[in-house]
């Protein structure tokens, strides 16, 4: 089975810190995700990464950057934390984006972390 | 942006009744996926239904695409208490008929299965 592993299951950060959110994945996926979950607004793309060093912006990267220096570890930097950061955050992985019939690979999920940004 | 968007927000059932969720979604797609997340937890993949595919079965788990009208259903047939659960549907946003590499969610459907 596949495992996504994030680091803190809960944190609790001061406004203005620079927060590192932590992923490794043991299936040797060349993509990786995160995406943050607020209720009411559904799981939101905020970058992901194709291959080591890689990285594109998904829909909302605004105050976040990613760091992808080894293929099993992608990590979430928040630059300056503030509160609208305060969110449940979900890292994922996958083989590939599309198969050969253009579908795309599942995503597996770590359990997420909760941060608190006061 | 949005793709796809499920409906009813919140489904609470008996224990043994079907449980059923729809998804509705704005552009074309290659393939539509549906997850499952606990309370907590990250999300679990449960099926891909391929966009030349009308249904497709799991277990307990059918899943239904109609490409004319742009949606999707998940039944849960003979629902049990451990399917408490928010149910996602996800689909790539892909205009070109090549595929997208992202994968975009809807808000979810809470369901609750009472013993």
């Known amino acids: 089975d596949v495992k996504v592993t994030q680091s803190s299951r809960y944190l609790v950060k001061r406004t203005g810190e620079k927060v590192f959110l932590e992923c490794v994945q043991d299936?040797?996926?060349?993509?990786m995700f995160w995406y943050r979950q607020d209720p009411g607004l559904g799981l939101r793309l905020i970058y992901f990464?194709?291959?080591?060093?890689?990285?594109e912006k998904g829909d909302i990267p605004e105050g976040y950057s990613v760091s992808r220096e080894k293929k099993e570890r992608f990590s979430l930097i928040l630059e300056s934390a503030s509160t609208n950061q305060t969110s449940m955050y979900l890292c994922?992985?996958?083989?590939?984006?599309?198969?050969?019939?253009?579908?795309?690979?599942?995503?597996?999920f770590g359990n997420g972390t909760r941060l608190t940004v006061t | 942006s949005q793709q796809g968007e499920e409906d009813p927000q919140a489904l609470s059932i008996q224990e043994g009744e079907n449980a059923t969720m729809n998804c509705s979604y704005k552009?074309?797609?290659?393939?539509l996926q549906w997850y499952r997340q606990n309370s907590g937890r990250g999300l679990v993949h449960l099926i891909l239904?391929?966009?030349?595919?009308r249904e497709k079965h799991s277990g307990r788990l059918r899943v239904t695409l109609d490409t004319s009208k742009k949606s999707s259903s998940l039944l849960i047939t003979a629902s049990r208490a451990a399917d408490t659960a928010s149910y996602f549907c996800?689909?790539?946003?892909?205009?070109?008929?090549?595929?997208?590499?992202?994968?975009?969610f809807g808000k979810g459907t809470k369901l609750s299965v009472i013993p």
């Open positions: 299936m040797d996926h060349e993509n």
């Open positions: 239904i391929r966009s030349n595919e």
């Open positions: 552009t074309s797609i290659n393939n």
């Open positions: 994922a992985s996958s083989w590939a984006f599309l198969d050969r019939d253009h579908n795309n690979s599942p995503l597996h």
């Open positions: 996800a689909t790539d946003a892909s205009s070109s008929g090549a595929g997208s590499y992202q994968l975009t």
């Open positions: 990464s194709y291959d080591v060093k890689m990285k």
